[in-house]
């Protein structure tokens, strides 16, 4: 076999496809691999460019094919369908796969490492949880509800009703739904109890991070922000400039215009959506706080616009400030207020 200069390798389950040319473009190899013949097979072969689409499994895959000594690029899914040639399948996949890998002008996806990894593992099931728990909070106030038991939203309100949920002397729930609603409160506790364990990892997983010890020090960047920050915004060296992490992730207007006219519309709402939420949350979180009196462009912009408007421009300016302390590796130096 011909050496083989670029492989583009798109993963599966069970069966691969693997696409490899030469220095010339000439397609060297075209062939299918069974999951226990890939790192047999990749180990023969002298180190070359190899290509995958960033997708699940894709960053344990980088990895090992790394340690046998290839040259390991990610390409996000949406940049690699524009090189598929009519039908889509999986040696059509491979074969751009093989061809974006090669463009000067593609953008890769950071590898992680197993950290990393684990830490944003930790995130999306702490994410599933939370779901669980409000699913399981909006079905006791809807039930008990039935009955005409309505409490104040929020945590005080819940209380409330599991406080009528466990007197058994209240009438208003019968006895037949008093035990199932009972059961559901308990595994709401169970819930709780897990969230907070998994806080507390996330929290001494960062205490051992540096970059997590320089987020911190932010303004409306708690622990989970922090930590999600230095899970899953791999390589912030990877933007020229601040606005451009901003944009990774959403937080800019979406333009469409054409001939020269240029509108702005809403933001584009792309890059990591769990990012951009605990984004704005905590935006949220500082204007709630009364954070506009120290900061003069937040006041000016909180007298002309919506409340929720102007928490999205903050959550622009604090994942600007967050690739800067990425970058940076320093803690965030607070403005002197003014007298």
Not at 272 to 278: E, H, I, P, V
């Amino acid at each position: 076999m011909e050496k083989v200069s670029t492989i583009g390798l798109d993963l599966a389950k069970n069966v691969f496809q693997v696409h490899g040319v030469n220095e010339a473009g000439k397609v060297v190899v075209a062939r299918k691999l069974r999951r226990g013949q890939m790192l047999a097979w990749f180990a023969k072969l002298e180190p070359c460019l190899i290509g995958v689409e960033a997708c699940g499994t894709a960053h344990d895959w980088a990895r090992a094919l790394q340690k046998l000594g290839h040259t390991v690029r990610l390409i996000p899914p949406a940049y690699a369908k524009a090189y598929v040639r009519r039908n889509k399948n999986d040696a059509a996949d491979a074969a751009a796969i093989c061809e974006a890998v090669s463009r000067p002008s593609m953008r890769f996806v950071a590898i992680k490492s197993e950290a990393q990894q684990a830490l944003a593992g930790l995130h999306r099931v702490r994410e599933l949880l939370m779901k669980q728990r409000t699913m399981l909070r909006n079905q006791l106030r809807g039930l008990m509800a039935e009955f005409g038991v309505v409490a104040a939203p929020g945590r005080r309100g819940l209380n409330e009703l599991l406080a009528v949920l466990c007197d058994d002397a209240d009438p208003r729930i019968p006895r037949s739904l008093r035990e199932a609603l009972l059961a559901d409160a308990e595994v709401l506790r169970g819930l709780e109890r897990k969230i907070e364990g998994i806080e507390r990892q996330m929290v001494e997983a960062g205490r051992e991070n540096a970059t997590y010890r320089h987020l911190i020090t932010a303004d409306g960047y708690g622990p989970i922000l922090s930590s999600a920050m230095v899970a899953m915004a791999i390589d912030p060296h990877a933007f020229k400039r601040a606005c451009d992490f901003a944009a990774s992730l959403g937080l800019v207007p979406r333009q469409d215009g054409t001939g020269g006219k240029v509108k702005l519309g809403p933001i584009s709402k792309r890059g990591n959506s769990y990012l951009r939420r605990l984004l704005v949350n905590g935006a949220t979180s500082l204007i709630i706080s009364g954070y506009a009196k120290r900061d003069p462009w937040l006041k000016k912009l909180l007298a002309t616009k919506p409340r929720k408007v102007a928490a999205v421009a903050l959550a622009n300016k604090l994942a600007r400030i967050g690739w800067a302390l990425m970058v940076h590796q320093e803690d965030y130096r607070h403005l002197p207020t003014a007298a």
